[in-house]
T-cell receptor, first 116, second 115 residues
Framework: AQTVTQSQPEMSVQEAETVTLSCTYD???????LFWYKQPPSRQMILVIR??????QNATENRFSVNFQKAAKSFSLKISDSQLGDAAMYFC?????????????FGTGTRLTIIP | GAVVSQHPSRVICKSGTSVKIECRSL??????MFWYRQFPKQSLMLMAT?????????EQGVEKDKFLINHASLTLSTLTVTSAHPEDSSFYIC???????????FGSGTRLTVV
């Protein structure tokens, strides 16, 4: 079974600075998808960014980018120019690309605090 | 964009009663829906996966007779917590996916309190 590990329970960053959240995963599969989700105090899960394992190019979405290291099974999230609205729980998630295996496996989360 | 409506957002029920939570996809056909449970300050734990028109597949350790899942249409799935007990108090979240799409859309969650 796949596992997702987030080794940083809490992180903090000064507003406008850059922060990197870590995520590692364990799988024997070669094709899969990786996600970062944000859960603000409202508890609504919001997709931040997605990466297909077969793509070597790192995904980016505005201020959010990932460092995908397939051999190392690492998928870190970089948030640039941090804003107060970025404060939330961040969850890394894995999904197999195998047909019929569509469930997301989540990490334990990282609570990000933005310091004004 | 894709929207999933989850209702109710909060519910308080007495021990021994049943509670139904609805999850609706408003602008797409949700061929697969997922139900999660989240304890305070913890991650999302998948309870079950349901495909439209089929019986739900439950994760190990989840009591299927206690957590009844129905996915009778492409836009609606329900989770019924039967004979609720205080230990069932939790935050429940649904997620929906359209066939062929790797996008997962989440509901806003339901906070269940059993007294």
């Amino acid at each position: 079974a796949q596992t997702v590990t987030q080794s940083q329970p809490e992180m903090s960053v000064q507003e406008a600075e850059t922060v990197t959240l870590s995520c590692t995963y364990d799988t024997s599969e070669s094709d899969y998808y990786l996600f970062w989700y944000k859960q603000p105090p409202s508890r609504q899960m919001i997709l931040v960014i997605r990466q297909e394992a077969y793509k070597q190019q790192n995904a980016t979405e505005n201020r959010f980018s990932v460092n995908f290291q397939k051999a190392a099974k690492s998928f870190s999230l970089k948030i640039s120019d941090s804003q107060l609205g970025d404060a939330a729980m961040y969850f890394c998630a894995y999904r197999s690309a195998l047909f019929g295996n569509e469930k997301l496996t989540f990490g334990t989360g990282t609570r990000l605090t933005i310091i004004p | 964009g894709a929207v999933v409506s989850q209702h109710p957002s909060r519910v308080i029920c007495k021990s021994g009663t049943s509670v139904k939570i609805e999850c609706r996809s408003l602008d797409f056909q949700a061929t697969t829906m997922f139900w999660y449970r989240q304890f305070p300050k913890q991650s999302l734990m998948l309870m079950a996966t349901s495909n439209e028109g089929s019986k739900a597949t439950y994760e190990q350790g989840v009591e299927k007779d206690k957590f009844l899942i129905n996915h009778a249409s492409l836009t609606l799935s329900t989770l019924t917590v039967t004979s609720a007990h205080p230990e069932d108090s939790s935050f429940y979240i649904c997620s929906a996916r359209e066939y062929g799409n790797t996008r997962y859309t989440f509901g806003s969650g339901t906070r269940l309190t059993v007294v």
